[in-house]
């Protein structure tokens, strides 16, 4: 069983949809979550953390389960623009006591017209 | 540099052929990763430093690979004998203390094609 798992997609929405994305961890030591925007052939960038309490920015919301081991992220209002792929990432201590932040395999997210 | 950087941005390699991937990160980071990202699927996790110590390269694939940060600044990773299925972007990040070492900030990687 993979570390982070996610529905690799494709989604297509219309401009306009809402839709989201879930994602579930194994480690249950895992200490910090995030979510990561890939847009094709781009490198990864931060999208947003995720905490216990949810937290919201903008048309993003992400939002943590930790006795369910699951993340979300919701997105309002789809824009063309948002069509991307979304990493799922997990950081827990590894090897040695550093950060080992793990990816998921990513969601991709296409938005119409 | 304003950002990470990675260099070559494309090498191809023929089977057995070693190969040399940079990566120089931005000013100060202490923290510096290295990722394999297959096509479709998301960056996997090589090895980690913080500054030039190397304390996790638990996911070096073999013993093919190496990497190091002898100056804790720039990084190479090392590809010998190079194998067909070594093709893929390799990804460089670093991260520094103020954003908990869990902030990534990605070069554009290097992809490797090997025939």
């Known amino acids: 069983r993979k570390e982070v798992e996610q529905d690799p997609g494709p989604f297509n929405v219309p401009e306009g949809a809402t839709v989201a994305f879930n994602c579930t961890y194994s480690?249950?030591?895992?200490?910090?979550f995030f979510w990561y925007r890939q847009d094709c052939r781009k490198e990864p960038k931060l999208l947003m953390s995720?905490?216990?309490s949810g937290n919201e920015d903008g048309r993003f919301t992400a939002q943590l389960n930790r006795a369910s081991q699951y993340i979300s992220l919701l997105i309002r209002d789809s824009k063309l623009s948002d069509s991307a792929t979304y990493l799922c990432?997990?950081?827990?201590?590894?090897?040695?006591?550093?950060?080992?932040?793990?990816f998921g395999t990513g969601t991709q997210l296409k938005v119409e017209l | 540099g304003a950002g990470v950087s990675q260099s070559p941005r494309y090498k191809v390699a023929k089977r057995g052929q070693d190969v040399a991937l940079r990566c120089d990160p931005i000013?100060?980071?202490?923290?510096l990763f290295w990722y394999q990202q297959a096509l479709g699927q998301g960056p996997e996790f090589l090895t980690y430093?913080?500054?030039?110590?190397?304390?996790?390269k638990s996911g070096l694939p073999s013993d093919r690979f190496f990497a190091e940060r002898p100056e804790g600044s720039v990084s190479t990773l090392k590809i010998q004998r190079t194998q067909q299925e070594d093709s893929a972007v390799y990804l460089c990040?670093?991260?520094?203390?103020?954003?908990?070492?869990?902030?990534?900030?990605f070069g554009s990687g290097t992809q490797l094609s090997v025939l």
């Open positions: 000013s100060g980071h202490v923290s």
């Open positions: 990432v997990v950081n827990a201590l590894g090897a040695g006591g550093g950060n080992k932040l793990t």
């Open positions: 480690n249950s030591a895992s200490q910090s």
């Open positions: 430093f913080q500054n030039e110590a190397q304390l996790d």
């Open positions: 995720v905490y216990s």
């Open positions: 990040a670093s991260s520094s203390l103020r954003d908990s070492y869990e902030k990534l900030f």
